[in-house]
């Protein structure tokens, strides 16, 4: 995409959102916090949440970053100039930031030049749905988390899983030279992690790479998959991770 991005669930969807080239749409900047998912699980970090997101997941979390049906686009999105955004993160005091949304990549190029405005100064780590290519930011990220939506999100297949896509973000840390990639995939059944065998077999992804995580708002609900999904997981080679965040502080906004 360009600087004029299409993009859906908005009041009248599609619609054109042209922005100036210097301001990101940002749903909430917060930390100092932990990552709670992933291999990076309980490293200190600050997050930026960036707005809008190309997919739909029956079981979203942050529906409020796109879901203008439930929420008021108005009250939970700004356009915050880079050097204001810059500003904002510089007052969390972490070294490393994590890019979340949403999906960050339907700002791609406007990203791109924002981290590049950053210049170097933190740790990157991005969040994905790994449904659009990664490529423009391969040399300013330091580690992507990937997850591609299994059957259960109710999105259909098409637009969920992208084989071309997943490929390529295979391909950043031989690319990049420094780079890694986790992908990550919200399971809430054992039947969910063989879709994912199946997913990774066809995109050549190393299991080594993968981490199961259970589905859930709930200290109660993220125990109970893991006790669910721990076996199955193991048994095919895969990681598994909790959510930290969920069970320091339940679903609570910014943490
Ligand atoms: S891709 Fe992520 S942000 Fe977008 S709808 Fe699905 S869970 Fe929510």
């Not at 259909?156 to 992208?162: D, E, L, R, S, T």
């Amino acid at each position: 995409m360009g600087d004029t991005d299409v993009v859906r669930h908005l009041d009248t969807a599609p619609v054109e959102l042209t922005r100036t080239r210097d301001r990101l749409t940002v749903s909430e900047v917060f930390g100092p916090t932990v990552q709670g998912e992933g291999p990076n699980t309980g490293r200190r970090c600050g997050f930026v949440r960036l707005g809008l997101c190309n997919l739909d997941c029956s079981w979203c979390d942050t529906a409020y970053t796109w879901d203008w049906t439930r929420y008021n686009r108005r009250a939970e999105l700004h356009d915050v100039t880079f050097e204001e955004l810059a500003c904002q993160v510089d007052a969390l005091g972490v070294r490393r930031l994590v890019i979340s949304g949403g999906e960050p990549l339907v700002q791609g190029p406007r990203l791109t030049r924002f981290l590049e405005f950053l210049d170097g100064r933190y740790a990157i780590e991005i969040e994905t749905n790994g449904t659009l290519d990664p490529t423009g930011l391969a040399f300013l990220v330091d580690h992507w988390n990937v997850s591609p939506k299994l059957a259960h999100s109710g999105v259909a297949m098409h637009k969920a899983q992208k084989p071309d896509v997943l490929r390529a973000f295979t391909r950043l840390p031989a690319l990049s030279g420094f780079s890694t990639v986790a992908f990550k995939f919200v399971c809430k059944a054992k039947v969910d992690i063989l879709e994912v065998r199946q997913l990774v077999e066809r995109c050549d992804i190393d299991p080594a790479s993968v981490w199961i995580m259970p589905e859930g708002t709930s200290a109660y609900n993220i125990v109970k998959g893991i006790e669910r999904l721990a076996d199955t997981t193991i048994a095919n080679g895969f990681n598994l991770t909790s959510r930290l965040h969920v069970l320091a502080w339940g679903d609570t906004r910014g943490t």
